[in-house]
């Protein structure tokens, strides 16, 4: 494959995940927030990617694959995974060793995806749609799907007020340019793919940040009624969703 030229976006992407994340903090802050909603992703993700399994499958990153196929035993017939970090790519090179999932990893920007046309059946992604250009990334991952061929990603929403305010104090956990999606770009995925959106963290935020004060353990009375209030406003309030700290986005190309 030939080598290509970054754009100017994933040129930055590429010299900041280069040099490394401290995301710590960050993950530390929201580990009681999310407690009873990673259980909830990582059953919405299995029922997404068992439609991998024998299919051509790109993933945009070099991770994801860890959690989302190997441990679900899900084996496509072929899974390629790009990033335009050399740091981060070799970090999924080393994790495949001796793992029964073998991707392919290439150095690519996500913007110019070096594929034909209609090349995979299956595209996704953990947290990197909010780090590019969406309206070239959506139009590059519509160009390489197959017609009835599926995405999947999980990805921050821009709304939410304690996020903001975490994001704001916590700037050395991400790069500068990017941008949790807004209703701008929610609605871009729509207009793409018949997509479902799957919400996370509305008041599971607050009180995750008053429940990390009283408990050591996320798995308390205040997280659980928070979980439920959170499913109870998702489905009877759905403006509400646009404030909701998290999406999981399913969807379909015609």
Known sequence: MESQKFSELGEKERERYNQGL?????????????????????????????FAQDKKVLEIGSTAWKGWLEPESIIPS????????????????????????????LLMDAHNLQFDDETFDLVYGDAILHHLNLT???????RVLKPNGRICFVEPLDMNPVGKIVRALTKK????????????????????FNTQFFYEEFLSVPCGVLSRMIFK??????????????????????????????????????
């Open 22 to 50: 401290d995301r710590v903090a960050y993950g530390n802050f929201f580990d009681h927030c999310r407690y009873f909603y990673i259980r909830r992703r990582q059953q919405l993700i299995i029922e997404n990617m068992k």
């Open 78 to 105: 072929s899974l390629t995974c790009i990033n335009i970090s050399e740091a981060e790519l070799e970090r999924g090179i080393n994790s495949a060793i001796d793992k029964k999932v073998n991707p392919e990893f």
């Open 136 to 142: 070239s990334a959506l139009d590059e991952i519509y």
């Open 173 to 192: 956990a991400r790069t500068e340019d990017e941008q949790p999606l807004r209703l701008c770009d929610v609605s871009a995925i729509k207009n793409r």
């Open 217 to 254: 353990n996320p798995d308390n009375s205040l997280m659980r009624f928070a979980f439920t209030a959170d499913q109870f406003l998702d489905r009877n309030f759905g403006l509400l969703r646009n404030w909701f700290r998290h999406v999981l986005i399913s969807g379909t190309r015609d």
